[in-house]
């Protein structure tokens, strides 16, 4: 087969053809004096010519040395990918982690635009996974109601009453200021509660006063000491502040448990640095685990330390169920200290994050079903359930989420991403390179300018009050008075062509003290043999 020379071969041509014009260009230019005319084009041709030349002798991507020039073409639609794939090719069912289905139905309730569907549902309700609520023949009246629940057991002087629907952890850093502040105005204006996430109890955050829940992670950012560890001083004096109604010690996230992270040197501003308690231009490091307890017991100690120096406000625990013996290791410490949290809230592993490892965001965790299912089982065994109430997340969005994690035992819901869909995210899933498009996860100052506080705000407030509204329609719909009514037997699932199940049968309950009395349910009876209140690590098995 005949070979053309390299110049003339198809991966060269374009880069062949960009030096000839330069050449004729500048030859041009210099012997037929007709600058003016020929000096655009010859700048534009010479600029694509030296890339073109960079590509051909640089040695870190194979493809623009082999391409010189149309490579970029290829770079330019892999970053527009997402894009074009969402403009143009999902369906209202497709998109991911959200559909687009999903994503319209926030940013409709934000907007207050017409949130309704014509025509008939476009899910396939034969198709193995369908799920669905029932109603009743004798549906209650729709009340306007804020949907309240109390947190706060006997060891808390001040219980909340905090919404059912509530803004999940994300921390300034993570988020930009301007989010921060519509977030904080949002819930203020529609009072429910807003997480700071572990980056710190930021100003942003105390600016316009709406509730807060400080959540304290394994960095102790706003309460720690220069060596990292945990400050009881600087955590009382911020902690008793009127504005922090709630205090949630982060043992872990869904998206990536076990995985500690990194705010590199960079990113690290003056203000942030602040924020955090931390130098600035220094890489900003949470570690995987926390230095103030190593066992379930001192965890439990650590619990009631925060609980007190907060001045009685409820005090809990978020993490993303991973080792069953672990978590009744920390039931086992409860028993055996009276030391109860006020509050547990369960991540799922389906949940969002600002940046992590794939292997983490796809393969560690247990779903937040399962693990709900399993802390609302756990406290049932230990007969603690009507003294700790329980907070669920995982891809929360819409009042039927709220309504089936609260039939499997969750009080109440959080929502990291449905509030980002709030602020105007567009999930173009750029969070972790700080060019978010929109303005809500970036540090850059002149991309933070697209988010517009004011007009955000009332977003965040119109998305919770209308998703409220709409889990009203539900409640009454299914013959409740309240979404704390919800039960197992609500809900239905299709687990193949032909057969159906109740909830109430794919998430058995344990009985009241079944776990303090040997319980011999097959999830819980080896692990409760495993676990121990003096060590997260599992006894050995008995032979
Ligand atoms: C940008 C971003 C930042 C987050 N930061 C934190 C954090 O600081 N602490 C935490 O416990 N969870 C954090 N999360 C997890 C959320 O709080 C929530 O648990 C999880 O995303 C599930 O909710 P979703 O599916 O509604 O997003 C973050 C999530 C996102 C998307
Ligand atoms: S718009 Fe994109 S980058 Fe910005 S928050 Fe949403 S997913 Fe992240």
Redesign the pocket.
Known sequence: MRRWPLPLQPRFIVYTVVLVITAILLFEYIFEFTSFLVGIPLLVFGILAIIGTIDLIQTRHAVLRNYPLTAHIRFILEEIRPEIRQYFLESEKDGTPFSRDKRAIVYQRAKQALDKRPFGTQSDVYSTGFEWLHHSIAPKPVVREPFRVVVGGPDCSKPYSASVFNI????FG??SPNAIRALNIGAKRGNFAH?T???GYSSYHRENGGDIIW?I?SGYFSCRNVDGTFCPGKFEEAAQCDQVKMVEL?LS???KPGHGGVLPAAKVSAEIALARGVLAGVDCVSPSRHSAFSTPLEMMEFIATLRRLSGGKPTGF?LCVGHPWEFLAVCKAMVETQIYPDFIVI??K?????AAPLEFTDHLGMPLREGLNFVHNALIGINVRNRIKLGA?????SAFDIARVMALGADWC?????F?FALGCIQSQS?HTDRCPTGV?TQDRWRQRALVVPDKAERVFNFHRATIEALAELVGAAGLDHPTEFAPEHFSRRISAHEVQSFAELYPSLAPGELLAGSGDKRFEIPWAMASAKEFRALPRAA
């Open positions: 999940s952890a994300m921390s993570a988020l997480d996430g572990e980056g959540e992670g982060k996230q869904g998206a978020k991540d799922g389906e949940g969002g994050t600002g997340s995982g891809k929360i969005v959080n929502s990291a991403r449905g980002m969070c996860t």
